[in-house]
């Protein structure tokens, strides 16, 4: 079955650096799209940045953007997000997912078909 493993989380400084690792497994990572997402308590689950299997084009939240990067290392199944110049803001359990379409965007978890369980990130000020 399909298996998504979040690592790299933690409690940061305002303005430092965190990289997230998505660990993928039991699917043709090649030909799924892969998504980050957050959720605040309280708010919405929010797309951050994706990455498609169709062209290989990556897309950011406008709240992320110039800040965060997304990459994948199809050799190792693995997709990561860096994280720079954190904000308090940015505190959130973040999740990777997969859309099966390739496509990756938008950025909307109904669109996501499977989901890891989240790796905290704590942003203090």
């Known amino acids: 079955e399909v298996q998504l493993v979040e690592s790299g989380g933690g409690l940061v400084q305002a303005g430092g650096s965190l990289r997230l690792s998505c660990a993928a497994s039991?699917?043709?990572?090649?030909?799924?799209?892969m998504g980050w997402f957050r959720q605040a308590p309280g708010k919405e689950r929010d797309g951050v940045s994706c990455?498609?299997?169709?062209?290989?084009?990556?897309y950011y939240a406008d709240s992320v953007k110039g800040r965060f990067t997304m990459s994948s290392d199809n050799a190792k199944n693995t997709v990561y997000l860096q994280m720079n110049r954190l904000k308090p803001e940015d505190t959130a359990v973040y999740y990777c997912a997969v859309d099966i379409t390739g496509w990756c965007f938008p950025l909307l978890p109904k669109r996501y078909d499977d989901w890891g369980q989240g790796t905290q990130v704590t942003v203090s000020s």
């Open positions: 990455i498609s299997s169709r062209d290989g084009d990556t």
């Open positions: 039991g699917f043709t990572f090649d030909d799924y799209a």
